[in-house]
């Protein structure tokens, strides 16, 4: 494969096309499937590709119930239409995070609580959140940053000794595990997403993994704008009808038919995404021994998903520089959240618990590098070439 980072014959060292920051893969049959939905007569959500992924994805994850939805917002929306929350309840969350983990619950009328996250994984950071509960907390929103898990275990101690439901924002957490368990699959919710710049992607789609069984049946009628229409189909009852409040939110069988060819080589994507990782963990060693930056940080008992490569450039570094000088050469590298405490949203529906250092910090100097299937090495090799230029202000 011919590298996007190759130079031209002038030799001034700007390669011949960029290299994007995500580029979506497919791995070669969901064209296939999606002709074998509309040769089924069935484009619609619920037919046979969406109950296919369905049992993969409780398989995989031992949940009592999995369901698509058109995104992991989507997801989010529907755990906190099942968790009932009221205007004022209180939700704990971190603010280094993507806006769909709070709006999802100030719709409801949801307070967001922004708690600080850890120096090592940028995940919720475990030993904050009981200081942070009140009368009002009606539950945990953990987000596994980059595919790697929160310190679960402690976080579900510290819910069940408060009676508080936790709600898995493993949008980025597909094929990723926390001391042998799938993440979206240890609190009572969880949430994935397939948009296009995850690892296992539809465009755009989600699912919630329902693992406390009493939330079963409600999660259905909400998914289905309210009815019963999915106990109708699996001949239970002999009409639907409207049962409670609810949406629409169902992914179409085209959607469904693109993700099962993706599900079914879930692990091989899993793998060569790693693969990658591996090799920019190996390139950026030593500029991380020279001080210029800090790569991710894995703890023992997470298995990660190669979901991104991150790094922190040192405190010294102006890492809108770095974004500029790697831009001008092709690079498509970028940085990630602005912590939600700190907008005017945030400010408005949610408040903060603390001053948040470390997430303020972490924002200003995070830079995501390139990362999809089929980059190669001579690509990783530019990108970190171009990186360390950049971070030393040599042209």
């Known amino acids: 494969m011919q590298s996007h980072a190759d130079h031209d014959a002038s030799g001034d060292g700007a390669p011949k096309a960029s290299i994007p920051f995500n580029r979506p893969y497919m791995t070669g049959r969901e064209l296939h499937y999606m002709a074998q939905a509309h040769g089924a007569g069935h484009l619609a959500g619920d037919g046979v590709f969406t109950q296919r992924c369905h049992q993969w994805m409780s398989e995989r994850t031992n949940a009592a119930k999995t369901l698509l939805t058109h995104s992991c917002t989507a997801a989010l929306e529907m755990a906190a239409l099942l968790l009932e929350i009221a205007p004022g309840d209180e939700i704990i969350m971190p603010s280094y995070t993507f806006v769909s983990t709070a709006n999802a619950f100030v719709l409801r009328g949801g307070v967001p609580v922004f708690v600080d996250v850890r120096t090592d994984t940028f995940n919720l950071d475990e030993g904050l959140v009981e200081d942070a509960i009140t009368e009002r907390t009606k539950a945990i929103v953990p987000v596994h940053y980059a595919g790697v898990g929160c310190e679960m275990d402690t976080l579900m101690a510290i819910a069940k000794k408060h009676s508080l439901y936790v709600v898995e924002d493993a949008a980025q957490g597909v094929m990723a595990r926390y001391k042998g368990r799938a ?34 049946t409600s999660a259905e009628i909400i998914r289905e704008k309210g009815t019963d229409r999915s106990r109708f189909y699996r001949g239970e009852v002999d009409k639907y009808t409207w049962q409670s409040s609810g949406s629409s ?24 995404r790693l693969a990658l990782w591996n090799t920019y963990n190996v390139l950026l060693a030593p500029l991380e021994r020279r001080g210029l930056l800090r790569r991710p940080v894995i703890p023992v008992e997470c298995e990660h998903n190669a979901h991104m490569y991150q790094i922190l450039v040192a405190a010294d570094i102006d890492r809108q520089s770095v974004l500029q000088r790697l831009k001008e050469a092709g690079v498509g590298a970028v940085f990630h959240y602005v912590p939600l405490h700190s907008s005017p949203a945030g400010r408005s529906f949610g408040r903060a618990h603390g001053d948040l250092p470390v997430t303020i910090d972490i924002s200003s100097r995070l830079i995501r590098l390139p990362m999809w299937i089929g980059l ?6 530019y990108v970190v070439s171009t990186l360390e230029r950049a971070l030393t202000g040599n042209a």
Request: glycine share 10%; proline share 3%.
């Open 183 to 216: 993440l979206g699959s240890i609190g009572q919710l969880g949430a994935y997403s397939f948009h296009e710049t995850k690892n296992v992607i539809c465009g755009e789609g989600g699912a919630l993994i329902i693992n406390d069984p009493a939330f079963a």
């Open 249 to 272: 939110f169902l992914p179409s069988e085209l959607s469904a038919s693109f993700l099962w060819a993706q599900l079914l080589e879930a692990d091989w994507l899993t793998s060569e």
């Open 376 to 381: 190669s090495d001579s690509e990783q090799q």
